[in-house]
Nanobody, 122 residues
Framework: QLQFVESGGGLVQPGGSLRLSCAAS????????IGWFRQAPGKEREEVSC????????NYADSVKGRFTISRDNIKNTVYLQMMSLKPEDTGVYYC???????????????WGQGTQVTVSS
């Protein structure tokens, strides 16, 4: 059964850090680019970062550039999102999803996990 499980979210003060993890079961991540997305209350889901299948290429939304770092461990079948200098506007549910190929240019496969809540508040 194909399943993605996001974890690592929580409540953090502005300026704090969190590390999100995306673990897959029933699916081999290493052949696909993986994106991290977030959905803030009342807003559409947006892509914040993506990493190519071999980890050689990454991209970031302008709003998180310089603060978030995406990485992957294909042996552990896991993708990470290190988030630093968090801001209240980073609040939302964070999801990971595979792209349709090895590069980030592809759209997602449309398979989503439950997400992990990130709340940045003092």
């Amino acid at each position: 059964q194909l399943q993605f499980v996001e974890s690592g979210g929580g409540l953090v003060q502005p300026g704090g850090s969190l590390r999100l993890s995306c673990a897959a079961s029933g699916f081999t991540l290493r052949n696909y680019a993986i994106g991290w997305f977030r959905q803030a209350p009342g807003k559409e889901r947006e892509e914040v970062s993506c990493i190519s299948s071999n980890g050689g290429s990454t991209n970031y939304a302008d709003s998180v550039k310089g603060r978030f770092t995406i990485s992957r461990d294909n042996i552990k079948n896991t993708v990470y999102l290190q988030m630093m200098s968090l801001k209240p506007e980073d609040t939302g549910v964070y999801y990971c999803a595979p792209k349709g190929g090895s590069a980030c240019i592809f759209g997602t496969l449309g398979t989503w996990g439950q997400g992990t809540q990130v709340t940045v508040s003092s």
